[in-house]
């Protein structure tokens, strides 16, 4: 009876951890830091970090208002936009960075979805069928991702919190990210499904 009892305890104690593990963090890009919970200021301003650090690092994601954020830093400025991408969620934490058409653009790392720091505009190569030889050029779908106004103070990084009386695409996976990561998506990250 005592062999049952431990054997059940061990069994119990394994299921716990493998609870753990599969609700821990999801998409951690280990060459970014991560502010984690932001801290609110007294003027409404969200700190997310230092200004050198987020330099070195190039980018650092943190929750604003319980919403999942990516700060970047890219030829000398800063951009702060939602982190999971409007087409599917994707973590945009983990995309390059190029330029396209003197725009940078983060590329979702799932879709490749091109999508502008500083506007969160949509990009997509398309051609004009009326033009006689048509050339691919890149072209807007919109804005679809929401940005987020970054504010340097004293060495310190701080976004506003977001207006929600406008919605984007990004919103959507946003609240979704929010409530629970990929247990409220209900299916699994591209990363489980490659295994």
């Not at 821990?24 to 409404?44: C, F, I, N």
């Not at 999508?115 to 072209?139: A, D, H, V």
């Not at 310190?156 to 609240?175: E, I, Q, R």
Request: aromatic share 10%.
């Amino acid at each position: 009876m005592l062999d049952l009892i431990i054997l059940s305890l061990h069994y119990f104690i394994c299921f716990l951890i493998s609870v753990a593990i599969w609700c821990g963090p999801k998409d951690v890009d280990p060459h970014s830091s991560s502010a984690g919970g932001a801290e609110t200021e007294p003027d409404g301003l969200v700190f997310i970090g230092k200004e050198e650090d987020i330099k070195k690092s190039q980018r650092i994601t943190a929750k604003v208002d319980g919403r999942e954020i990516v700060v970047f830093y890219h030829e000398g400025k800063f951009h702060a936009l939602d982190s999971r991408c409007y087409h599917e969620g994707g973590p945009l934490c983990q995309g390059e960075i190029e330029d396209i058409d003197g725009q940078a653009c983060i590329v979702c790392p799932w879709h490749k979805f091109k999508i502008t720091l500083e506007t969160g505009e949509g990009l997509y190569e398309g051609i004009n069928p009326l033009e006689p030889s048509p050339t691919p050029k890149w072209q807007s779908k919109g804005v679809k991702q929401r940005i987020h106004k970054v504010t340097i103070d004293n060495g310190n990084v701080y976004v506003n919190p977001p207006d929600l009386s406008v919605s984007f695409d990004s919103d959507y996976y946003a609240d979704k990210y929010k409530i629970g990561g990929e247990l409220a998506m209900g299916k699994q990250s591209h990363s489980e499904a490659a295994e």
